[in-house]
């Protein structure tokens, strides 16, 4: 699972910058008029959350660790 937002740091004429970069996927779930696809899209979006959050603590802390470093 990948978190949907992170950085990357990018050399460009000699100086190093940093870039903010998020990433939009979508995933047809059905008519919204479909209940059952309500209930889909519902119990993705709690299975992702449960995953995201443990993944986002410990990118987090990896960021700052990298980020505190010269």
């Known amino acids: 699972m990948k978190v949907g937002c992170g950085f990357v740091e990018k050399e460009i004429r000699g ?18 008029s479909d209940p059952e696809a309500r209930r889909r899209t519902l119990a993705e979006i709690e299975a ?12 987090v802390a990896a960021w ?3 980020l505190r470093r010269p």
């Open 15 to 32: 100086n190093r910058y940093l870039y903010f970069r998020v990433r939009k996927v979508e995933r047809y779930m059905g008519p919204a």
């Open 48 to 59: 992702y959350a449960g995953r995201a959050n443990a993944e986002l603590a410990e990118r």
């Open 64 to 66: 700052r660790r990298e």
